[in-house]
């Protein structure tokens, strides 16, 4: 269900992207019979000199024997070498990935890890050579293979030429369909939305029609509200902190609210939030240019939080969630805030806005208010791409986690470690709000001092602004992994999407 404050019908033009990245494709097809598929991709073991396939289920002996002999004379040898052999047991085009040594007893989420990256391997070596309908072995994990299989497919050629346009391929279980594959897609497809979400550029991704985009993707799924909020409104909640960033824009803000119900109604939700900042110039403490246009990724929690919630409501968990996405573009024009203004935000703070860069944490700090104060939630989690200092300190292999609960920590790092999109913990501490207490004129400044600790007194900051009613807050700093330098297996180039699966992981286990 859908409550828009607006008239309009969802912006068409943004929403033909998600047919792009499989969101409206029945994609579980059962192939009974190899014939179908014009190629295959499978799993082998490389233990030392010896290759063995990770599922022969479907596989006869002759095609075997004949497939592990032109293996043996190739080198196949290291975990993701990929070697393509043709006209094989009646399929055009086979991709054999390798997995390196057969582990010993792996845990699941080694599994799952090696059936994603293997999968994806496969499916880059085939599209590139042009097959239309894929195989996948599951016989490894059923769940990774379809997530590397979906997360493999993403692209965002639909503002290019129809002929420079990546092909669409059909991809499908070799083998049974199950639950764990379909579970995969929908952990892929979560992330790939995410993923679109951030790559669309600020001209056709602002508060409006990312709002508009958000209705339009939610709206028809089970148990899910979308309301949409406009100025009026976060005037009336007294969200000047929000409002403040806003202003220098012509583009006006929206506020997102979204209910997902999946338990008693009396069942306390957990609570998300996502920075929804759809372009960030820095405002009047202006950005260099170089990089500039990466700030149209700086709504990343906000499209994770929105990837997340698609997930948990296809996978139909049993839990209450509310997320609320702050939305805006932070420009410099002659309404902006301006270096030293003063606003309060909604819980009655005066924060002194020092640089006008720092925007993420004035935005989060009304949605973070909101959120806490009014629904009580049994968790909070804030998303962000809030600062470049946690990308100097972490790059992009882990998400930083600011938390003031040992027990969400745990829970995190389970989860980020189950899909392999994984977390290290930060300090969460007073000592970093210290300096931001030194305004002569309000309660807080927007800035620490100097560069030192930049991502730890951004976290400190936003602490001010979670109320006593949740019961525990996490605070997660995305800034370093919101994008890649290059494609490795089903990490792509460009916005990562990330960490999609892990929130739908950790709502999974925190049931
Ligand atoms: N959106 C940026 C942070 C960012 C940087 C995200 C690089 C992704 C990649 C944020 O609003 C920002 O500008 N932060 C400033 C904070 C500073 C002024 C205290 C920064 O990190 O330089
Ligand atoms: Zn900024
Ligand atoms: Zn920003």
Not at 53 to 58: D, Q, S
Not at 79 to 101: F, H, I, K, T
Not at 136 to 162: I, M, R, T, Y
Request: glycine letters at 10%.
């Amino acid at each position: 269900m859908v409550r828009m404050l607006f008239a309009g019908s969802p912006n068409l033009f943004v929403a033909r992207h998600c047919v792009r990245t499989q969101l409206n494709r029945a994609y579980v097809r059962h192939f009974s019979n190899p014939q179908k598929y014009d190629g295959l991709v499978l799993g082998a073991y490389t233990d030392h000199s010896k290759v063995t396939l990770a599922g022969t289920r479907g596989v006869s002996d002759a095609t075997q024997s004949s497939l592990l002999q032109q293996l043996e004379v190739s080198n196949f040898k290291k975990a993701g070498d990929v070697r393509v052999l043709y006209n094989l047991g009646g399929v055009q085009q086979v991709a054999v990935v390798s997995l390196g040594e057969q582990p010993k007893s792996p845990s699941e989420a080694v599994q799952l890890e090696a059936a994603r990256r293997a999968t994806s391997l496969g499916i880059h070596a085939l599209k590139k050579q042009g097959v239309k309908n894929v195989g996948v072995d599951v016989s490894v994990s059923p769940q990774g293979a379809a997530e590397g299989a979906v997360l493999a497919q993403f692209s965002f050629d639909k503002l290019k030429n129809a002929k420079d346009r990546s092909p669409e391929i059909q991809v499908g279980p070799f083998g049974e369909a199950s639950t764990e594959w379909e579970h995969g897609e929908i952990y892929g497809t979560s992330q790939n939305l995410a993923r679109m979400l951030m790559t669309t550029p600020g001209n056709l991704m602002t508060p409006k029609l990312f709002s508009e985009e958000v209705a339009y993707l939610l709206a028809g799924l089970e148990n899910t509200e979308v309301i949409v909020r406009d100025e009026e409104w976060a005037a009336r909640q007294k969200m000047n902190a929000f409002m403040a960033v806003a202003k220098g824009s012509k583009e006006p803000l929206r506020f997102l609210e979204i209910h997902y119900r999946g338990a008693d109604e009396g069942k306390k939700p957990h609570g998300l939030v996502g920075k929804g900042v759809t372009f960030d110039s820095g405002g009047i403490s202006i950005k260099p240019s170089n990089n500039m246009a990466l700030m149209k990724g700086d709504m990343g929690g906000a499209a994770t939080v929105v990837g997340a919630l698609y997930g948990i409501s296809k996978l139909a968990l049993p839990v209450n969630v509310v997320a609320c996405v702050p939305l805006c573009e932070n420009m410099p024009d002659g309404g902006a805030t301006k270096p030293g203004d003063v606003v309060r935000g909604m819980n009655g703070k005066s924060i002194e806005v020092v640089d006008t860069d720092a925007e993420g944490r004035l935005i989060l700090a009304d949605a973070l208010y909101y959120l806490s104060s009014k629904f009580e939630p049994k968790s909070l989690i804030d998303l962000a791409t809030l600062t470049g200092a946690m990308d100097v300190a972490l790059g992009n292999v882990f998400a930083g986690v600011f938390t003031n609960s040992d027990v969400m920590w745990q829970q995190l790092e389970s989860a980020g470690k189950q899909v392999s999109d994984p977390f290290w913990r930060m300090p969460l501490h007073d000592g970093y709000l210290k300096e931001m207490k030194e305004s002569q004129v309000a309660d807080l400044n927007n800035l620490g001092k100097g560069r030192s600790g930049g991502a730890c007194s951004a976290a400190a900051f936003l602490k001010e602004f979670v109320a006593e009613q949740a019961e525990a807050w996490a605070h997660i700093d995305i800034a370093g992994v919101m994008d890649s330098q290059g494609t490795d297996g089903y990490h792509i180039k460009g916005m990562s999407g990330r960490p999609t699966r892990s929130l739908i992981e950790y709502l999974k286990q925190a049931v």
